[in-house]
């Protein structure tokens, strides 16, 4: 298991943006699945966007146009871009890591965002 500490959460006005971003320890040797989930309070986690170490992108049709996930080259370093914010995207989110997307054994103590409507 790789830990994983996330940055970027915060307060922000309908329309906005943040930039989230979550670096793996010393001991990830990258190029590994990564992807952000996130899950506000009443609701079941979702996964908002990911990428493999294929390079394959995937975005919930929620955030599609308007989120970006990108990693950095050494891949221990995942963003999420998020464009164009509203009050639906309020929720605390998490990254995590694995070999691949089915086994993501890593996850970040999640970080909040809030949108302001």
């Known amino acids: 298991q790789v830990h994983l500490v996330e940055s970027g959460g915060g307060l922000v006005q309908a329309g906005g943006s943040l930039r989230l971003s979550c670096t793996a320890g010393?001991?990830?040797?990258?190029?590994?699945?990564m992807a952000w989930y996130r899950q506000a309070p009443g609701k079941q986690r979702e996964l908002v966007a990911s990428?493999?170490?294929?390079?394959?992108?995937n975005y919930a049709d929620s955030v599609k146009g308007r989120f970006t996930i990108f990693r950095d080259t050494a891949g221990k370093t995942v963003y999420l871009q998020m464009n164009m914010m509203n009050f639906d995207d309020t929720a605390v989110y998490y990254c995590?890591?694995?070999?691949?997307?089915?086994?993501?054994?890593?996850w970040g103590q999640g970080t909040q965002v809030t949108v302001s409507s």
């Open positions: 990428i493999t170490m294929g390079g394959t992108i």
């Open positions: 995590a890591a694995g070999e691949n997307m089915g086994n993501l054994n890593s």
């Open positions: 010393r001991s990830f040797f990258g190029g590994k699945a």
